[in-house]
């Protein structure tokens, strides 16, 4: 059984956490950053988990000294700021994952996410979506021209679904953009195709898209096989965007954009091998306006 | 915002100070050397010798004082020991709604108030007795309908014996001055406000996630707390609650956002011009740009800063449009490459049409070209985003625009209400008025 750690100065949350996921791992509890290391210290946990602002030790610093202490630990933010404040913290601290503390809180979305890390599963849309949750269709997009048909169908699809695709034209549109154009790249790191021009795909250079849909949300994956974005340039673009330094360049608009129009976005990379991008819009409005930080490096 | 504005008028009136300071310097001077020519002709005791060149000097250095007197949009005038009117300038004659040539000899009180006897806080008083500069702030009058507050400093002339012989009135309508300064503070409260709103907002969260997460799991697990019906249905009414109190707090976060949008009664002919004249492109200085907006168009209530940004974005995309075209065409030696702009008002909305004969829309892409990320453009040469935010903006203003291209020439279209609130009925604000140019 993994062995997980919470951490924060509000009983209220330390208690629910533990109530929710003492069935499912050996979790402990601590109110503030000094009692969680001296519990570090003793023992070996496998996920800690902690709020950002707490009295003495702030989240950032305690898991930054969790990380010195014991290296393998992983690691998580919760918050319930706005994440957009804590962007460039996140990349000073090596930070991937923030928690937005939503209200009532999403037990299915942080049980998927804590579940991810500690089994290093987390590629697939499926793993996010609810037990009622299905896959509505896979698409293998060979070609520039198959992407194009791929986001309008998908756009008309889930409007007739769902009544509006919210943004998710505009991001499936970026995201597979990004996928076609940016991921396929020659030896020496320059990208393989013009941005635009129509280009049929070596087979290795395949994009995968996926949508579901559950009783509350639905959702759009998009994979490249190249795995050539790393944690550390999404939160230097997320960054940039966030503090309004990159409006006038090309560089990570996408990234940033989709984050800020889609309800939640996850980004997984194995390096060198698949990068994956998970869009989710809700249908009601409780979990709407958090913009979480989800990056998974593995 | 209003930052930017409050130093360009204190750049402005600081260059008003200046200007009336070196006026009082030229006109003692310009007094001194037609005395001295005087004296010269009087002493050659041949009136005669007045040469025609002479003449033509001192019908030059008066028509210089003249035209540098009127190039001045605050009023001037200068008086006598007598109170009465030496000379004006044109926004002097304009602002009594005489001529510059008809007020010389009225009496200062008389012209500018329309009292028989002498104001009885006369600023030029002091200034005629002591030849100290003289000043009166918050000044009300009442000009065409509208109070309007004005600030009058005065400043002598003395002749060679340091007698006092002219006092020149510099006049100055502060009025929008002191009420963006008003706005200022009003919108400092507010942002102060917004900040504590958020603070505190951000911080219920927490205590509230903590009550609904708890809430949650007792109902998702009754038999762990031990719960009974009626114990679930409390449980339930915690969770309703906590629900509601979340949704307060995110209409205060909502409410303490939007105070960051301004809406201000707007004078667009000075943005529209500003817009055509700031967007500056390598080789598109060739193309004829031309404005045609109504006289009296009425002010918009808006974000001037965003609207202005509005402006900017599409009339970027109409100087590339034409370059575009002058690429594709070959064409070495533009001729007739024009960007036109018109506003009009329509009803309670005000049309603004920006038409270029560029490259055009590609038929079928109208409505496109407001996506995000839609470019024709190069990479590094434009994002895409620019009439998205565009459409944005303009539907932040509850406007619309739109877009289409028709016998080589290509149409922007953006229609804005003109808007109202109880605040603007209480006279309102100008943030950005009109200069009236002079011709010197």
């Known amino acids: 059984m993994f062995k997980i750690l919470a951490v924060d100065d509000e009983q209220a949350i330390r208690v629910m956490l533990q109530d929710f996921f003492e069935d499912t791992y050996d979790i402990r509890v601590a109110a503030n950053g000094s009692e969680a290391l001296a519990l570090v210290r003793a023992e070996d946990f496998d996920l800690v988990i902690s709020d950002i602002n707490m009295p003495g030790l702030k989240g950032p610093e305690l898991l930054s000294e969790i990380k010195k202490l014991k290296p393998r630990t992983k690691t998580m933010l919760m918050t319930a700021y706005n994440v957009d404040d804590y962007i460039r913290m996140a990349k000073e601290f090596n930070i991937s994952n923030i928690i937005p503390k939503t209200v009532p809180f999403n037990y299915d979305e942080v049980g998927a996410l804590v579940d991810g890390i500690l089994t290093e599963n987390v590629f697939g849309l499926e793993r996010y979506l609810l037990g009622d949750g299905q896959i509505a269709k896979h698409y293998t997009i060979k070609s520039s021209e198959e992407g194009n048909a791929v986001r309008e169908e998908l756009t008309r699809v889930i409007c007739e679904k769902f009544g509006s695709s919210g943004d998710v034209k505009l991001i499936v549109d970026e995201i597979i953009t990004n996928a076609i154009y940016h991921a396929p790249a020659r030896d020496d790191g320059s990208p393989k195709y013009r941005e635009y021009a129509p280009v049929h795909l070596d087979p290795s250079e395949y994009v995968h898209v996926t949508w579901g849909y559950d009783a509350e949300k639905y959702g759009v994956s998009i994979v490249d096989m190249q795995g050539r974005l790393s944690k550390e340039t999404v939160l230097y673009k ?61 | 915002m209003n930052g930017v504005y409050l130093i360009v008028i204190a750049i402005l009136a600081a260059a008003a100070v200046v200007l009336v300071a070196a006026l009082v310097s030229v006109t003692a001077r310009y007094r001194a050397d037609v005395r001295q020519r005087m004296r010269a002709i009087r002493d050659t005791r041949h009136p005669e010798k007045l040469t025609p060149d002479i003449e033509e000097k001192i019908r030059l250095s008066k028509k210089q004082l003249e035209t540098t007197l009127d190039a001045i949009t605050d009023l001037i005038c200068v008086i006598d020991t007598d109170y009465r009117i030496a000379r004006v300038n044109r926004s002097y004659a304009d602002h009594v709604g005489k001529s510059v040539r008809d007020l010389p000899s009225e009496k200062c009180h008389e012209a500018f108030w329309g009292y028989k006897e002498m104001c009885t806080d006369c600023p030029a008083r002091l200034t005629f007795e002591t030849g100290l500069p003289g000043k009166k702030s918050n000044v009300l009058k009442r000009v065409r309908g509208e109070e309007r507050l004005l600030e009058i400093e005065a400043y002598a002339v003395s002749d060679e014996n340091d007698r006092v012989v002219n006092v020149i009135e510099h006049i100055r309508d502060v009025t929008d001055e002191k009420r963006m300064n008003e706005q200022l503070i009003r919108s400092e409260k507010l942002a102060s406000i917004g900040i504590m709103t958020a603070g505190i907002a951000h911080e219920m969260n927490n205590p509230l996630s903590g009550i609904s997460g708890t809430a949650v799991n007792m109902l998702k697990m009754p038999g762990k707390f031990g719960l009974n019906e009626k114990g679930l249905e409390r449980v339930t009414m915690i969770l309703e609650c906590a629900a509601r109190a979340t949704m307060i707090m995110k209409d205060l976060l909502r409410f303490s956002q939007k105070q960051e949008t301004v809406r201000l009664p707007t004078d667009l002919t000075a943005l529209i011009s500003k817009a055509a004249g700031t967007v500056r492109i390598p080789g598109g200085s060739r193309i004829k740009r031309t404005i045609d907006v109504q006289d009296d168009l009425p002010k918009v209530r808006c974000d001037p800063s965003k609207i202005e940004q509005v402006f900017v974005n599409v009339v970027t995309n109409s100087v590339q449009a034409i370059l575009e075209k002058r690429r ?21 909305e005000v049309r603004i049409e920006i038409t270029d004969n560029g490259i055009g829309i590609a038929p079928g892409m109208e409505s496109k070209v407001f996506d995000p990320f839609f470019t024709t453009k190069g990479p590094g040469e434009g994002t895409g985003l620019g009439l998205s935010i565009c459409h944005r903006i303009v539907e932040e203003h509850q406007g619309h625009i739109a877009a289409g291209s028709k016998d080589g020439l290509t149409t922007v279209t953006i229609v804005l209400p003109v808007g109202k609130d109880p605040w603007d009925e209480a006279g309102g604000q100008t943030l950005v008025t009109g200069k009236r140019g002079a011709h010197v």
């Open chain 1, 238 to 298: 997320i960054d940039r965007h966030v503090r309004g330094e990159g409006m006038l360049d090309d560089s990570g608009r996408g990234i940033h954009m989709s984050r800020l129009f889609a309800d939640r976005m996850l980004i997984n990379i194995k390096p060198g091998v698949k990068t994956e991008v998970i869009v989710m819009n809700y249908l009601s409005s409780g979990y709407r306006g958090y913009r979480p930080l989800y990056i998974n490096e593995l």
């Open chain 2, 328 to 348: 594709v065409t070959d064409n070495a030696a533009p001729a007739g490459e024009s960007i036109h702009i018109s506003a009009r008002s329509i009803g309670d």
